[in-house]
C-alpha cells in the first residue's frame, strides 16, 4: 500500500517565478492538506482541500492557492516566489467522517529552493 | 489562538538512558495533542496522540506521553534510549473536529553512545 508521494522533491526557482508542487495521498484517503516547514521551524498549515473544495486555510497570502483532483490528488500553486517561501513543503492526508480527528500521513516534501 | 512551546530545541542523552522532551500547550478548552517524529530528509511520523480517555497515552517505538491538565502539558518520556531514536521530534495541537495542526518549533533528540 502506497503512503503519501509527493512531487518533484526538490525545486530550484528564482525569485518572481511561479511553482506547482503535486501529492498524491494515501489510497482510500479523500482530504489533502499541506504545510510549510521552513528551516528550523514546525511546520506551519498552509489550507486543507476535502471534495475538490478549501475547506480551511491558514494565514498564507493568497499567492499560494491549491487544487484538489476528483482523484483526491493536490496540487500546491505558489505565484511570485520569494526568498522566504524556501522551504520544505508537506503534503499530509487523511480519511474519514468529515469533522472528526483523523490521523494525518505526511508525505516524505518537497525542498524549494528559491535564488 | 492555540499555540505549542516545546522546552529544549537540543536534547542530548546516553544509550539507555531515559528521554524527556517537554512540550506544553495554551489553549482555553483541553486540545487533542500529538507527537511526531522526524528523521532526515523524511516527512513526519505521528508517535502517539491523546484525544479522550486515559490521559497516559502509549504510542510506538517504547514511546509514551501523559497529559496533564493542569499543568497543561504533554510530555513526551521513552525510558531508554537507543540510537536509532535520534531525529527530530514535534509536539502538535489542534481543536476538537478541526484537522488543523498547530506544531511547535521543535525538538532535535541526539543519542550518545
Known amino acids: 500500500d502506497a503512503g503519501v508521494t509527493q512531487s518533484p522533491t526538490h525545486l530550484i526557482k528564482t525569485r518572481g517565478q511561479q511553482v506547482t508542487l503535486r501529492c498524491s495521498p494515501k489510497?482510500?484517503?479523500?482530504?489533502v492538506s499541506w504545510y510549510q516547514q521552513a528551516l528550523g521551524q514546525g511546520p506551519q498549515f498552509i489550507f486543507q482541500?476535502?471534495?475538490?473544495?478549501?475547506?480551511q486555510r491558514g494565514n498564507f497570502p493568497d499567492r499560494f492557492s491549491g487544487h484538489q483532483f476528483p482523484n483526491y490528488s493536490s496540487e500546491l500553486n505558489v505565484n511570485a516566489l520569494l526568498l522566504g517561501d524556501s522551504a520544505l513543503y508537506l503534503c499530509?492526508?487523511?480519511?474519514?467522517?468529515?469533522?472528526?480527528?483523523?490521523?494525518?500521513?505526511f508525505g516524505p516534501g518537497t525542498r524549494l529552493t528559491v535564488t | 489562538a492555540q499555540s505549542v512551546t516545546q522546552l529544549g530545541s537540543h536534547v542530548s542523552v546516553s544509550e539507555g538512558a531515559l528521554v524527556l522532551l517537554r512540550c506544553n500547550y495554551s489553549?482555553?478548552?483541553?486540545?487533542?495533542l500529538f507527537w511526531y517524529v522526524q528523521y532526515p530528509n523524511q516527512g513526519l511520523q505521528l508517535l502517539l496522540k491523546y484525544t479522550t480517555g486515559a490521559t497516559l497515552v502509549k504510542g510506538i517505538n517504547g514511546f509514551e506521553a501523559e497529559f496533564k491538565k493542569s499543568e497543561t502539558s504533554f510530555h513526551l518520556t521513552k525510558p531508554s534510549a537507543h540510537m536509532s531514536d535520534a531525529a527530530e521530534y514535534f509536539c502538535a495541537v489542534s481543536d476538537h473536529g478541526n484537522e488543523k495542526l498547530t506544531f511547535g518549533t521543535g525538538t532535535r533528540l541526539t543519542i550518545i553512545p
Open positions: 482541500y476535502y471534495e475538490e473544495e478549501e475547506r
Open positions: 489510497s482510500g484517503h479523500d482530504t
Open positions: 499530509a492526508s487523511s480519511s474519514g467522517t468529515s469533522g472528526s480527528q483523523r490521523e494525518q500521513y
Open positions: 489553549s482555553s478548552v483541553p486540545p487533542y
